[in-house]
């Protein structure tokens, strides 16, 4: 049964070693690799030869090192639940299922992660080792095994606490000799900080443990919920793979997929609400409204269903957005907008000029993106464009002149003011929908909001340049009538 | 001396997602030498009710499979499961395929009967290819032939009718009540209108992630 994992490892691993080669070959290029490793070495060499000790060595970093170390444990214990390391859906069914010892199943995955995780930490412990004479006067040799084996120490703590569900002293013990083995003498702060080779025997007592707990906890079950999290992980993981791949290959909307499914399948791999139906809904629009409602309420939905912090975030940024653009308004007013000297008290001069009829327009975009939903490919949907950028624009425009209209009053501001920055907020977020429906790059991209804020900003830009500002207002408000006419 | 534990024994199952009740005191019994077929409409539970008896899902209830809980290994050697959606190695060729299930499954015979159940479906001329060029249906023959050489006592298929063309159907259902036949027991979901008519078999009705009887 062992023997049927060896086989298939056997068969599947050359192979797919074979094919990342050769992709890789394809893809970037070996030579081009090799000549990017010699100038990394070329720049780490000339980097270390710039090092040169301080006139006294920093003093007290044991207590650091050890907070540190420490909490690199502690977090174990704290994490959420999801396994560190999974199987994929075939080796699932394959081997999940089949009369094999888990531990045999998940042992490649596991040594994988493991070589990785030592990987890392001898490169972190290569560094110490280089910067510790400097820093601290210390010489410290074996700080990139005992980081490495603290890094693998730490993937099995963290297989532990999850295997066993964090209950009990047979879930935490590596977790929290961890802990100890971070403070006491000739332990992981040590060989930070000593040249000893005493310390290797704490890291390799604490690995050689984790090891046989792992094992032991994989010798007849699996842990009960690891399948279902497996499969959802796998997915994500190809969620997330696709999303890369499309944005190299330059399918940026792909790649900007809707964060829907992604928050979806965290709630399946945690089994919280969320998962199998929405935690918040708003009233659905009448069978018989018309279409731009359908698009404001879909808008309104995808900001109601994120996140707390998420909404937060995105109504922080729209106040903002309208508030600069209330000072844009306040210091150029309704007929200088953009204007080169800026009539406005002292934050209307802080806030004048095309610049910063600009950087309005760019933190309208920003935040504006975030109101106006997913994005909608009509297709071969009866759908027109105008109905389809009216719905997606109307709840941000809502919040951000909203805001917009706080901040004139507070700054007690004439209507004019008032208007020019509800003009320019309209123009900023028509461009930004529009072009991001239009190019297919999407709107949450910065080059929708860049083209976005240019646009909007090229009046100021130009009439300043021509010396007459005044005229800024009028041409604004032409530029929103032209786009608004724009169909796509 | 008391009787041979069933080869599947679910008392009061009930599984939960993410607070929402999918199945709900679900018990039944399977005895040997006989067939099942899961019936309800999409969404009845169908599918999870499977993963559930396998152990893939966490659950409430008592699931025995042979009187041994299932998620150990001694139950694991006495079933195997397919599921809708086969789950294969696009780098294994199909013949690699039922070697490497022969092996994980410690019955050497079953390579030989997987080729067979291949060839009987037809695909005898393309062992040597990657199942990843294949049709969804090919793709399924492979999946049913590897659950089918085993010839384990307990054999459970998710939607196994999905994506065969008739004829394989036909050959399908047969394979099935002999295994039956041969005091293996069945449990297999499916909905399709014809399927009551080429298989016979014991129904379990489920709906709304109740169990009818």
Not at chain 1, 371 to 382: K, M, Q, R, T, W
Request: proline fraction near 6%.
């Amino acid at each position: 049964m062992i023997a049927g994992v060896a086989f298939l490892r056997s068969r599947t691993v050359g192979r797919a070693m074979r094919a990342y080669r050769d992709w890789v070959g394809r893809a970037v290029g070996w030579w081009t690799i090799v000549y990017l490793i010699v100038w990394l070495v070329v720049f780490v060499i000339a980097g270390l030869e710039t090092l040169t000790p301080l006139a006294a060595p920093l003093a007290g970093p044991r207590p650091y090192l050890v907070g540190v170390l420490a909490l690199l444990f502690a977090s174990v214990i704290l994490a959420r639940r999801a396994p560190p390391l999974i199987l994929d859906r075939r080796d699932l069914f394959r081997l999940g299922l089949a009369p094999v010892p888990p531990w045999a199943a998940l042992r490649w995955r596991f040594m994988l992660k493991a070589v990785g995780a030592c990987a890392v930490g001898v490169v972190i412990g290569l560094g110490w080792t280089a910067l510790a004479p400097a820093l601290f006067w210390q010489t410290t040799p074996f700080a990139a095994p005992v980081i490495g084996l603290v890094l693998v120490a730490r993937l099995c703590a963290a297989w532990l606490v999850y295997a066993y569900r964090a209950v009990g002293l047979r879930a935490w013990h590596v977790a929290l000799l961890g802990i100890v083995l971070s403070a006491v003498p000739y332990g992981f702060a040590d060989a930070l900080l000593g040249a000893s080779p005493v310390v290797l025997v704490a890291p390799i007592a604490i690995v050689a443990l984790g090891l046989a707990s792992v094992r032991s906890s994989l010798a007849e079950e699996w842990p009960p919920r690891f399948a279902s999290q497996s499969l959802v992980l796998t997915q994500l993981q190809a969620m997330r793979l696709m999303q890369l791949m499309a944005g190299m290959a330059g399918f940026i909307r792909q790649a900007a997929a809707d964060g829907g499914e992604r928050r979806r399948l965290l709630a399946a791999l945690y089994d919280t609400p969320g998962a199998t139906r929405p935690n918040r809904s708003l009233p659905l629009p009448a069978a018989e409204a018309p279409v731009w409602r359908a698009f404001a309420w879909r808008a309104l939905t995808h900001f109601w269903r994120a996140p707390w912090w998420r909404q937060a975030m995105t109504l922080c940024l729209a106040l903002l957005a309208g508030g600069l653009a209330a000072m844009i308004g306040a210091g150029g007013g309704a007929g200088t907008l953009g204007a080169a000297q800026p009539s406005g008290g002292a934050l209307g001069s802080l806030f004048g000029g095309p610049l910063a009829v600009f950087a309005a327009a760019l933190l309208v975009a920003r935040a504006g993106t975030a109101l106006l939903g997913p994005e909608f490919s009509i297709g071969v949907a009866p759908v027109d464009p105008y109905s389809r950028t009216l719905g997606r624009v109307a709840p941000a425009a809502g919040v951000i002149v909203f805001a917009l209209l706080a901040a004139s009053i507070l700054l007690g501001d004439a209507a004019g003011g008032l208007f020019s920055g509800v003009v320019l907020v309209l123009t900023v977020l028509l461009v930004v929908e529009k072009y991001g429906s239009w190019s297919g790059t999407g709107a949450a991209r910065w080059e929708a909001q860049l083209v976005a804020a240019l646009l909007a900003a090229l009046p100021a830009f130009v009439l300043a340049a021509f010396g007459v500002p005044g005229w800024t207002f009028g041409a604004q408000l032409g530029l929103l009538f032209v786009v608004s006419l724009i169909g796509v | 001396m008391s009787a041979d534990p069933a080869p599947l024994n679910v008392v009061d199952l009930r599984v939960r997602l993410a607070g929402v009740s999918v199945l709900d005191e679900v018990t039944f019994r399977l005895a040997a030498g006989e067939v099942a077929l899961l019936v309800g409409p999409n969404g009845a539970g169908k599918s999870t009710l499977l993963r559930a008896v396998i152990g893939l899902l966490p659950s409430n209830g008592e699931v025995e499979i042979f009187g041994r809980p299932n998620r150990s290994m001694s139950a694991r050697s006495k079933f195997v499961f397919s599921p809708d959606d086969p789950a294969l190695y696009e780098d294994l060729t199909l013949r690699e395929h039922a070697r490497l299930n022969a092996i994980l499954y410690d019955r050497p015979d079953a390579d030989a009967r997987a080729l067979e159940w291949l060839g009987a479906f037809g695909l005898e001329a393309r062992l040597d290819e990657y199942p990843g060029t294949h049709s969804r249906g090919m793709r399924q023959k492979l999946a049913l032939s590897l659950a089918l050489g085993l010839e384990l006592p307990l054999t459970i298929l998710d939607e196994p009718f999905n994506g065969l063309d008739i004829a394989s159907q036909e050959l399908l259902a047969a394979g099935l009540q002999a295994r039956g036949a041969a005091g293996g027991a069945v449990l297999l979901t499916g909905h399709q209108r014809d399927l009551e008519s080429v298989l016979e078999a014991r129904r379990l009705e489920l709906v709304d992630g109740t169990l009818r009887a």
